[in-house]
């Protein structure tokens, strides 16, 4: 049994953080009603309103009518008292989002260009998207919680260092030099976990679910409890290098034949219409045979991925990247072939669903790491 006491201070900390979670899941109330919900003392409901009200997180002008007597004060949350700022690099474009308290987007930029982190022009352009959405979003320096920076890599626990980035080939690299023109707070976040994050993040729902994100790359992200599980070695969730064909497989960016990123990565489908995924999906739908034969033989491999994900994890399955983006209309096909591979009779269409985030998931989730972090904190 633990004796270990806890301090005034600890305790203060404790309630103003409790005090403002009570106000930002109702967005407005009363000083009376944190008394009493909260079964605090007035003076400590008072003396903390006070210091929320200094740090700009709570709002003050409104009132709260009532049928009789005076109308009180009512105490806002202020969703936009701060913000963090995320970005999302990939093989082709630059993508930043300015997020609030509140998981919304309040910017975005996204500029096409080639990744390459040996051109300075490139690095620069970086910081630039940065303070194009910081401007946009109109975020005062003191405001900004930090920046969230999406590589299509597994990262370090630390957030320094690109441990495995085969993708983009820049294994190694390190956070110092992609974000040498970003002079704010930092750090790295492997894409299909902040994907992941974003939607469930909104989603509080799922509670567990598997990500699967289908981009130039194919990735995932296992969320237990509402929490990324990494794994030991930062892999969980590494789907793109699950063995897909047994034999005479397609060759991976990894140097290994087979994996499911090279069958259900969306240059699978693209490349038949010059790069376009857009194009690829309106030619499908006017009924262009060779695009129908490539998405069915797409649709088994990922139907098989799905059944596979269900079996090992048992919980909801999200469609995201590129191609999850344009599921919608697809689902009641795949769901079918799914439920053709499950023994246990449960259905597709009740775990399975498509992304609610078509374009800026990683970058919005790699912000939503400074925004949990200060929520977690509060004040």
Known sequence: MSTEKISANEIKAKNRQNIYHYIRERGSVSKQEIVVDMQLSLPTVTSNLDYLKKQGLIDTSGKIRNTGGRSATAFSYIKDARMAIGVDITANHITAVAVNLSGDIA????????????????????????????????????????????????????????????????????????????????????????????????????????????????????IIDDAIYEGNTHKGGEIGHMEAVSEGGGLCYCGRRGCFDTVCRAGKLAGYTDGSLEEFFRVLEQGDETAKKLWDEYLEHLARAIHNIRMLFDGMVILGGYVGAHMGKYLDDICRRVDE???????????????????????????????????????
């Not at 294994?171 to 974003?198: F, Q």
């Not at 009740?350 to 972090?373: N, Q």
């Open 107 to 222: 910017s975005m930029e996204r500029r096409r260009i080639p990744f390459n982190l040996e051109d300075d022009a490139y690095l620069r352009e970086i910081g630039k998207v940065v303070e194009w959405v910081k401007t946009e979003a109109e975020i005062a320096d003191e405001n900004l919680l930090g920046v969230g920076i999406s590589v299509q890599g597994l990262v370090s626990d630390d957030g320094e260092y690109i441990e495995y980035g085969k993708a983009l080939d820049f294994t190694k690299r390190r956070r110092e030099e992609i974000a040498a023109y970003v002079p704010y707070r930092n750090r790295l976040i492997h894409d299909s976990y902040a994907a992941g994050y974003r939607e469930t993040w909104t989603e509080r729902n799922f509670q567990n679910a598997f990500y699967i994100s289908l981009s130039n790359s194919v990735g995932g992200s296992v």
């Open 341 to 379: 591979k499950n023994p246990f009779g449960d259905r597709a269409q009740d775990y399975l669903v498509e992304c609610r985030y078509k374009v800026e998931a990683s970058a919005a989730g790699a912000a939503l790491f400074y925004i949990d972090e200060f929520l977690d904190l509060s004040c």
